[in-house]
């Protein structure tokens, strides 16, 4: 079955890096998106591809199998839900379950 | 605003009944997307379209869920004699893409349709 990990809860400090892993059983998948949700508000997209890249504070690294997204100097306010996906051939999206950020001040 | 809308964005309905969500894709976009959410889960794919044509469907779609889009702009995903398991978050998505199978667009997500059945 095609699924995505990734870890539930991540916490951290202001100011640290903060790193999700995230591992994939889809079948000929050769891209990963990471996106950002805040309650009540629409998933944003951070960065994605299949190669390591950066947007701003958001680094992505990529292996065959796995991806991690790493924030840093993560504030308070990155607090949130970070959703990492895989897209094989065709157009749809396999998410993971979810990796809830906490930052303690 | 031009991002993706999607309306209502809360329906509360008793089983049995039927209801039936709205996205607005942004403008320009040719690719179309259902998902479903469930409480602690990610977004699970339903459907898909490019224009008009409803190119991909997930099992996940059974025979109460239908998706159109008409004249290949916005969206509408209606269910039929709703059933508690139907409760969910429904979200749209949208994409330019110009390529094949192996595109690399990007998904813009609208803010959801929370459905709840009692």
């Known amino acids: 079955k095609d699924q995505v990990f990734q870890p539930s809860t991540v916490a951290s400090s202001e100011g640290a890096v903060v790193e999700i892993f995230c591992n994939h059983s889809?079948?000929?998948?050769?891209?990963f998106f990471w996106y950002l949700h805040f309650p009540g508000c629409a998933p944003r997209l951070l960065v994605k591809g299949s190669k390591p890249s950066q947007q701003g504070r958001y680094n992505m690294t990529y292996e065959r199998f796995s991806s991690s997204l790493l924030i840093l100097q993560v504030r308070e306010a990155d607090a949130a839900v970070y959703y990492c996906?895989?897209?094989?051939?065709?157009?749809?999206?396999?998410f993971g379950g979810g990796t809830r950020v906490l930052v303690k001040p | 605003d031009t991002g993706v809308s999607q309306d209502p964005r809360h329906k509360i309905t008793k089983r049995g009944q039927n209801v039936t969500f709205r996205c607005d894709p942004i403008?320009?976009?040719?690719?179309l997307y259902w998902y479903r959410q469930t409480l602690g889960q990610g977004p699970e794919f339903l459907t898909y379209?490019?224009?008009?044509?409803?190119?991909?469907k997930s099992r996940l779609l059974s025979d109460r869920f239908s998706a159109e889009r008409p004249k290949g702009s916005f969206s509408t995903l209606e269910i039929q004699r709703t059933e508690q398991g139907d409760s969910a978050m429904y979200l749209c998505?949208?994409?330019?893409?110009?390529?094949?199978?192996?595109?690399?667009?990007?998904?813009?997500f609208g803010p959801g349709t929370r459905l709840t059945v009692l």
């Open positions: 998505a949208s994409s330019l893409g110009s390529g094949g199978r192996e595109s690399t667009d990007t998904q813009y």
């Open positions: 379209f490019q224009n008009e044509a409803q190119l991909e």
């Open positions: 889809v079948s000929n998948a050769y891209n």
């Open positions: 403008s320009e976009h040719n690719r």
């Open positions: 996906a895989c897209k094989a051939a065709g157009n749809k999206l396999t």
